[in-house]
């Protein structure tokens, strides 16, 4: 098989791709980003890069912030339909391209402790745990969640 032929396209995602991310955000999390959030991350400057499928219809992306030589991956999502096909994986190998490209010596991520899935692709990556932010994510019912703090050196 020809994987050319199959392989998503990838590029980087601007304010046009606001409402596809949006639409993506309220399917995967219970506490999705807002518009507010996506476009003040790019009127600063923060980049974002994603997959389309061959209708060009975006269903992954991820977001990241420099800061100095460490890059901190701020989002990192795969729309439900295409999770579990390894799309999280293949979209890893494009962050660490922009890593290796842009020759950042780290990079850093928070995630939620009941989110076992993103930790075991984050560990498949090379990622390992450095720390927890107490109460760090909003969660049901008014109360907080803590974050798992972890990097992975390039
Ligand atoms: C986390 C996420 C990006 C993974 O995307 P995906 O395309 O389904 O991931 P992949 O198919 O590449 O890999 C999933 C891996 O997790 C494993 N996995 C699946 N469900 C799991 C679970 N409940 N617990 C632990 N591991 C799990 C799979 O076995 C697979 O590992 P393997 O390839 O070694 O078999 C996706 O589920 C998602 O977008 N979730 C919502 C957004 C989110 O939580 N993002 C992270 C924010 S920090």
Redesign the pocket.
Known sequence: MDLKLTAPHYGKLGFADVDSILSIEER??AHPWTRGNFTDSFSSGYEAFGFRNAELDLFAYFVVMPILDELHLLN???DLP????????LLMEKLFAYVKEHAYASIL?E?RRS????I??YE?AGFAAIGVRKGYYPAHDNQREDAIVMRRMC
Do not use: D, T, W
């Not at 295409?82 to 994986?89: E, I, S």
């Not at 989110?115 to 993103?118: D, F, L, S, T």
């Open positions: 995967v999390y990192f999502a795969v295409y999770q579990g096909q390894g799309h999280a994986k991520l995630v989110n076992a899935r993103a075991s692709v498949g």
